[in-house]
């Protein structure tokens, strides 16, 4: 599975969208790309997944670029809710293997 | 409602203790799977199951041991607890087949080895 880069912090207004880069220069063309979030002390909870086209659900949107080297994860108006450590996640979906691979993830700082 | 539960929600132990960890869902998954989490590490995978009597090990597996007798259950067994396995344990479970499916989690379990 491809590895990815995340930026360790981020600090967003309540109100204005979050735009979190991930950077996944490795990634294959049979690769997806998935995004989960951790509040504070619970489990970690889906938000998205795409392979090349943009995606978005009532959460989020997600942009991969043409190269699919790297996405944007978008809260379009972020809220004090969405502080939260995300994670960018790149694998091969086969049938039965979801095994999720962590990193170290964004923490995400909504401040009023 | 559906849901995954783990117990206990925190436990101290000492060091050489057997621990187990419960995880239940009512999802009617068939995978299933435990996850540590510690500082600086995000979760790694400790075991995970496809199924009734099917287990495999994650990237952290050593010291840990499961077993998967129905669908609804995947408890976590410490034979010998250390103080390295001091950790919050997280359960999951998904659907089987299809192109992707989403991971539930549970709330954690946060243990203490002395």
Partial sequence: DA??????SMDC????AANLPCNHSTISGNEYVYWYRQIHSQGPQYIIHGLKNNETNEMASLIITEDRKSSTLILPHATLRDTAVY?????VPFYNTDKLIFG???RLQVFP | ?????????????ETGR?????????????????YRQDLGHGLRLIHYSYGVQDTNKGEVSDGYSVSRSNTED?????ESAASSQTSVYFC????AGGLYNEQFFGPGTRLTVL
């Avoid at chain 2, 999951?92 to 659907?95: D, G, P």
Wanted: aromatic share 8%; proline share 5%; glycine share 4%.
């Fill in chain 1, 13 to 16: 207004a309540e109100g204005r």
């Fill in chain 2, 92 to 95: 999951a479970s998904s659907e």
């Fill in chain 1, 3 to 8: 590895k990815t880069t995340q930026p360790t």
């Fill in chain 2, 1 to 13: 409602d559906a849901e995954i539960t783990q117990s206990p929600r925190h436990k101290i132990t």
């Fill in chain 1, 104 to 106: 170290t993830g964004t």
């Fill in chain 2, 18 to 34: 057997q621990v187990t960890l419960a995880c239940h869902q009512t999802w009617n998954h068939n995978n299933m799977f435990w």
């Fill in chain 2, 74 to 78: 995947l408890p976590l067994t410490l």
């Fill in chain 1, 87 to 91: 994670y960018c996640i790149v694998r």
